[in-house]
Structures are given as C-alpha cells and as structure tokens.
C-alpha cells in the first residue's frame, strides 16, 4: 500500500504533460494474469482480445463512494481519447460478486459506458486478481438502502493491449488530465 500511495503522490505532483511524457517505470511489480467472466458470460483474461489498451478499476457498481466517481471519470477519459483515435476499453473487476452477478454488472456500467466491460468469477478466481494487482477489500458495513460497504483499491491501472500494468492513476486527476497521460502510454494510436 505505501508503494503505491507513492505512485499516486508522483502522479498528482506531476503535471500530466511531463508524467506522460516521462512514462517513469513502475519500482514494484503489479499486475499478472488472471481468468474471469465477462458480463456477456465470456471467458476474459487480462488480454484485450480487441487489441486495445484498458482502464482497469476494482470497485464494485453499486458503490457509492470511490466506484461513483472513478467510473464516469472512466468514460469520459474513454469517450475523450475516442475522438482523438484512441481505442481503450475501460473495465471493472468487481469485489462484490454476490452482487455483481452476470445479470447485473453490465447494466450497471452501461450506465457509465456503453463498452465498459464487468468481469466476475468466483471467489479464488478473483483472489487471483486481488492479489496480482495488489487489491485489498474489507466489509464496512450494511447501509440500509445499498447494501454492503466495502474498502477497497482506488487506483485506476492502464494496462497495455497484452494486459501488462503500465502505470497506476489516481482518480482524483481530471478527465483531460488523464487522457493526456494515457495517451503518452499509447504513443497516440490505438
């Protein structure tokens, strides 16, 4: 945890133009391969299977904390880079699959994104990403109206087409902020 709070500190500090264009490595390693179902009941790794670069976000879509901010900032980065050429799918990997099921995780992001994809599996198949992306989850509480609350991972992780972790963004950046620095990492092709 305090490797990547370090991250976000040199993310925020730096201005967006300079991070982009400095592309520094990452001084830990994160990130790794995983298998788990999409909301169209899809096999999907951490390969995109369209080639395209991926916003990455462990949340969960009920959330009404981080999750309520970092999706829709997702999709505007999305649509943002869109107009520029840029392909880039955003993507949440849920850490509520009760639930997050099949039936109601892509609903929920569509409301975000159109081509924001949900991904779930079970318990160990998500302990799997959990634990390759460095992503922590702790029951809060039931808040009457939505639900369990949970603590969770922040970070939103750009991961190369072949699912390799890039760099890690603080979703506190703005959306042109955050495509500025994506589209460093994309060289500006999609």
Not at 69 to 78: K, Q, T
Not at 97 to 107: C, K, N, Y
Not at 160 to 172: A, H, K, M, N, Y
Request: glycine share 8%; charged share 20%; net charge negative.
């Amino acid at each position: 945890m305090i490797k990547a709070a370090l991250l976000s500190l040199v993310a925020v500090c730096l201005p967006a133009a300079s991070f982009a264009e400095a592309k520094p490595a990452l001084p830990f390693d994160v990130g790794g391969a995983y298998s788990l179902t999409d909301q169209s009941g899809q096999l999907r790794t951490e390969a995109d299977p369209e080639g395209k670069h991926q916003l990455l976000f462990f949340g969960y879509a009920t959330c009404q904390q981080i999750c309520s901010a970092a999706l829709p900032l997702m999709a505007e980065v999305v649509d943002e880079l869109d107009a520029d050429g840029i392909g880039l799918t955003p993507l949440m990997i849920t850490i509520d699959p009760v639930r997050d099921t099949l039936d109601t995780i892509g609903p929920a992001l569509a409301l975000h994104h159109d081509n924001f994809i949900g991904l779930t599996g079970t318990e160990e198949n998500l302990q799997v990403a959990y634990d390759a992306f460095s992503v922590e989850r702790e029951y809060l509480f039931d808040d009457p109206e939505y639900g369990p609350v949970y603590a969770h991972g922040s970070f939103l992780y750009l991961l190369d087409p072949d699912g390799e972790v890039l760099t890690l963004l603080p979703p506190i950046l703005a959306p042109d902020e955050l495509a500025k620095i994506v589209k460093g990492y994309t060289d500006g092709t999609s």
